[in-house]
């Protein structure tokens, strides 16, 4: 069964690649996301489908890093699978997943950063890294 793993940031309209490393066991990515103060935000969306774009299961996020400044809300709903350019089959599919929310402390402004992992094919590892501005 082919799976297609989504990991998608909906705080910006691109990716920001320019701060990942990879090793043969795990991939991290840095993504910026810009959040207002005591507001939920939507941060990353997370979907696992098989070749015919149904649903497998719910993704697995493990918190790595709590923020600082606020809290991070990991919920099951629909999602929209993204494939970040590379044109796949399940592209812009809706179907059940993860998605992640970050809300800051009432009336904080700065900066602020969780890590979340998930597991991937094959056994190998994805991190994203949020680092969040947190806006008036």
């Known amino acids: 069964m082919k799976n297609i793993f989504t990991y998608s940031i909906l705080a910006a309209a691109a990716i920001s690649l320019s701060n990942c490393t990879t090793t043969s066991a795990s991939k991290r990515e840095s993504h910026p996301v810009t959040a207002r103060s ?7 969306e997370n979907v696992q489908l098989d070749g015919d774009c149904e649903f497998v299961a719910y993704p697995n996020i ?5 923020p600082k400044h606020g809290r991070i809300d ?5 999602v929209v699978a993204n494939s970040h350019g590379k044109k796949m089959k399940c592209d812009k599919a809706k179907a059940n997943g993860v998605a992640v929310y970050y809300t800051s402390q009432p009336g904080y402004v700065g900066s602020d950063m969780f890590v979340l992992r998930s597991p ?17």
């Open 120 to 136: 991937v094919e094959h056994g190998r590892l994805e991190e994203g890294v949020a680092d969040v501005k947190v806006i008036k």
């Open 74 to 78: 990991i919920l099951h709903q629909l």
């Open 38 to 44: 005591g507001e939920k935000k939507l941060v990353f």
């Open 62 to 66: 493990d918190i790595v890093e709590q």
